[in-house]
C-alpha cells in the first residue's frame, strides 16, 4: 500500500472518480450520529481560521502558531484503469460513507455560495464536484458514483436547479403520511443549510446549555418533518469572508489520509480486515487515549490532565452551584471565553468520543472516571 497525505478539497480536485463496489453496503450515515459531528469539527477549523485572521491583523503572522489540522480519518483505494473515453477511477474499498459524505458538502457548499454573491467561489468548488470530460459516459462527470441504491439520488442532486426541486422530489410527507427522505438527500440538506447558515453567522451549535433545543435540532427537524425545509433564521447578511474561511479549512485544516492499493494487495481480504476485525472502542477508551496523548503532548502530569477533565465533567454533568465552566459536550467554542482556555481541547474531545455512538452526558463521564480507575490509577 502507498500511503499519502491530502485535505479534502485535495482529495476531488484532480479528474478521478471513486466509485464504490458492489459489494459495498449503501449509504448508511446518520444526521445525528455521523453527519452533525462531522459539521461540528469542519465549521470548527473555520472558525479558528476567523479567528486567526482577526488576530492576525493586530498582532502579525510570525506571532501565532500554525492552526491545528483535524483528522477525518482514512480512505482504502485501488485505481481503475479505464477503457479509452472514460474517467480514471478508483474503487474505494474502504471509506466510501467518508467520501460521499464529503462529495455531498462541497456539492452543498457550491449551491449555498451561489448565493453569497462572489462569482468565484461557486466556480472554484464546481471543479471539485465535476469532472471535466468529455466522457463516452455521463455518469463520469460525477466525482463519486455510488452503488446502486444510490445512483438515482446522486444523479438528481447534481442535476437539481434549486433546493425547493429537491424538497419535492423527495417529500417528507404525503398527506399525514411521513415519509423518510433518502440519507444521501437529508445529508445534502443538512450540509446545504447548514452552509447557508454559517455564511450568515448563525451557530449551529447554539449556546451548549444542558437540553437546550440548538439550531442544528431545529434544522433536523425541518429536514425530518416538513416537504418544504426552510432556512434558519439569520439577522446578518451573507458574509463573504466567512465562505472564504469555510473554504480554506476544507483546503488546509481538514486531512484525509488515502492508502492506494498496488497490484499485490488483495482488495477484499483488505476489506474484510478492516471491518470484521478487532473489538470496537468505547468511549472510555478513546478519553483514555486523549489524557495520555494530552500529558505527553504538553508535559503536564496525568494526574493534572484527568482532574482538568472531571472538572470539565463535573461542570456540566452535576451543574455546580457559582460554576461557571463550559457544559460537558457543550458546542459552544470554549475559545471565546477568555476563563476557559485550557477546557477547550477537553471538551471538544468529549464530544467527539461520546457522540458517534449516541452516548449519554452519563456514559461519558463513566467513561473518564474509567480514566481514573484503569488508566491514571
Same mark, same amino acid.
Given at each position: 500500500?502507498?500511503?499519502?497525505? &491530502? &485535505?479534502? &478539497?485535495?482529495?476531488?480536485?484532480? /479528474?478521478?472518480q471513486?466509485?464504490i463496489?458492489?459489494?459495498?453496503?449503501g449509504?448508511?450515515w446518520?444526521?445525528e450520529?455521523q453527519v452533525? /459531528?462531522?459539521?461540528?469539527?469542519?465549521? *470548527?477549523?473555520?472558525?479558528?481560521?476567523?479567528? =486567526?485572521?482577526q488576530?492576525?491583523?493586530?498582532v502579525?503572522a510570525?506571532?501565532?502558531k500554525?492552526?491545528?489540522?483535524?483528522?477525518?480519518?482514512?480512505?482504502v483505494l485501488?485505481p481503475v484503469?479505464? /477503457?479509452?473515453?472514460?474517467?480514471?477511477?478508483?474503487?474505494?474499498?474502504?471509506?466510501?460513507?467518508?467520501?460521499t &459524505?464529503?462529495q455531498?458538502? !462541497?456539492?452543498?457548499f457550491? *449551491?449555498?455560495?451561489?448565493?453569497?454573491?462572489?462569482?468565484?467561489?461557486?466556480?472554484?468548488?464546481?471543479? !471539485?464536484?465535476?469532472?471535466p470530460?468529455?466522457?463516452?459516459? *455521463?455518469?463520469?462527470?460525477?466525482k463519486?458514483?455510488?452503488t446502486?441504491a444510490?445512483q438515482?439520488?446522486?444523479r438528481?442532486?447534481?442535476?437539481?436547479?434549486?433546493i425547493?426541486?429537491?424538497c419535492a422530489?423527495y417529500?417528507?410527507?404525503?398527506? =399525514?403520511k411521513k415519509?423518510?427522505?433518502?440519507?444521501?438527500?437529508?445529508t445534502y440538506?443538512?450540509f446545504?443549510?447548514?452552509?447557508?447558515?454559517?455564511?450568515?453567522?448563525?451557530?449551529?451549535?447554539?449556546?451548549g446549555e444542558?437540553?437546550?433545543?440548538?439550531?442544528?435540532?431545529?434544522?433536523?427537524?425541518?429536514?425530518r418533518s416538513g416537504n418544504d425545509v426552510?432556512?434558519?433564521?439569520?439577522?446578518?447578511?451573507f458574509?463573504p469572508?466567512r465562505?472564504?474561511?469555510?473554504?480554506m479549512?476544507?483546503?488546509?485544516?481538514?486531512?484525509i489520509m488515502?492508502?492506494?492499493?498496488e497490484?499485490?494487495?488483495?482488495?477484499?481480504?483488505?476489506f474484510?480486515t478492516?471491518?470484521a476485525?478487532?473489538?470496537p472502542?468505547l468511549a472510555?477508551?478513546?478519553?483514555r487515549?486523549?489524557?495520555?496523548?494530552?500529558?505527553?503532548?504538553?508535559g503536564?502530569?496525568?494526574?493534572?490532565?484527568?482532574?482538568e477533565?472531571?472538572?470539565?465533567? =463535573?461542570c456540566?454533568?452535576?451543574r455546580?452551584?457559582g460554576?461557571?465552566q463550559q457544559?460537558?459536550?457543550?458546542?459552544k467554542?470554549?475559545?471565546?471565553?477568555?476563563?476557559?482556555?485550557?477546557h477547550r481541547?477537553?471538551?471538544?474531545?468529549?464530544?467527539r468520543?461520546?457522540?458517534?455512538r449516541n452516548d449519554?452526558r452519563?456514559a461519558?463521564?463513566?467513561?473518564?472516571? *474509567?480514566?481514573?480507575?484503569?488508566?491514571a490509577?
Amino acid at each position: 500500500m502507498q500511503p499519502s497525505k &491530502t &485535505t479534502v &478539497t485535495g482529495l476531488f480536485n484532480s /479528474p478521478y472518480q471513486y466509485q464504490i463496489p458492489i459489494f459495498q453496503r449503501g449509504y448508511v450515515w446518520t444526521l445525528e450520529k455521523q453527519v452533525v /459531528p462531522l459539521w461540528a469539527d469542519i465549521q *470548527d477549523r473555520a472558525d479558528a481560521r476567523l479567528e =486567526r485572521d482577526q488576530a492576525q491583523q493586530s498582532v502579525g503572522a510570525a506571532a501565532l502558531k500554525p492552526l491545528q489540522k483535524h483528522f477525518l480519518g482514512s480512505l482504502v483505494l485501488t485505481p481503475v484503469t479505464p /477503457p479509452f473515453g472514460r474517467v480514471p477511477a478508483y474503487e474505494v474499498i474502504d471509506g466510501q460513507q467518508r467520501s460521499t &459524505t464529503l462529495q455531498l458538502l !462541497l456539492l452543498a457548499f457550491r *449551491d449555498a455560495a451561489q448565493r453569497v454573491g462572489d462569482s468565484q467561489l461557486p466556480k472554484m468548488l464546481d471543479t !471539485l464536484v465535476r469532472n471535466p470530460g468529455p466522457y463516452t459516459v *455521463d455518469t463520469d462527470y460525477h466525482k463519486v458514483w455510488p452503488t446502486e441504491a444510490g445512483q438515482d439520488e446522486m444523479r438528481f442532486l447534481y442535476e437539481a436547479q434549486k433546493i425547493e426541486d429537491i424538497c419535492a422530489e423527495y417529500p417528507a410527507r404525503a398527506g =399525514r403520511k411521513k415519509i423518510e427522505r433518502p440519507l444521501l438527500v437529508q445529508t445534502y440538506l443538512y450540509f446545504y443549510f447548514a452552509c447557508l447558515a454559517y455564511l450568515q453567522s448563525v451557530d449551529l451549535a447554539g449556546t451548549g446549555e444542558a437540553d437546550e433545543h440548538t439550531p442544528s435540532d431545529e434544522l433536523v427537524k425541518r429536514i425530518r418533518s416538513g416537504n418544504d425545509v426552510m432556512p434558519l433564521e439569520a439577522t446578518t447578511a451573507f458574509d463573504p469572508k466567512r465562505a472564504q474561511a469555510l473554504y480554506m479549512a476544507l483546503a488546509e485544516n481538514v486531512q484525509i489520509m488515502t492508502l492506494q492499493l498496488e497490484a499485490e494487495d488483495d482488495p477484499q481480504v483488505i476489506f474484510e480486515t478492516l471491518n470484521a476485525r478487532g473489538e470496537p472502542l468505547l468511549a472510555s477508551d478513546l478519553i483514555r487515549n486523549f489524557v495520555f496523548l494530552e500529558a505527553a503532548r504538553t508535559g503536564k502530569p496525568v494526574s493534572n490532565v484527568v482532574r482538568e477533565v472531571l472538572e470539565s465533567v =463535573r461542570c456540566g454533568a452535576c451543574r455546580q452551584q457559582g460554576c461557571h465552566q463550559q457544559p460537558l459536550l457543550g458546542r459552544k467554542r470554549a475559545a471565546r471565553s477568555p476563563d476557559l482556555p485550557a477546557h477547550r481541547p477537553v471538551l471538544l474531545q468529549l464530544h467527539r468520543a461520546a457522540q458517534p455512538r449516541n452516548d449519554s452526558r452519563r456514559a461519558c463521564v463513566r467513561g473518564v472516571q *474509567d480514566v481514573v480507575a484503569k488508566g491514571a490509577a
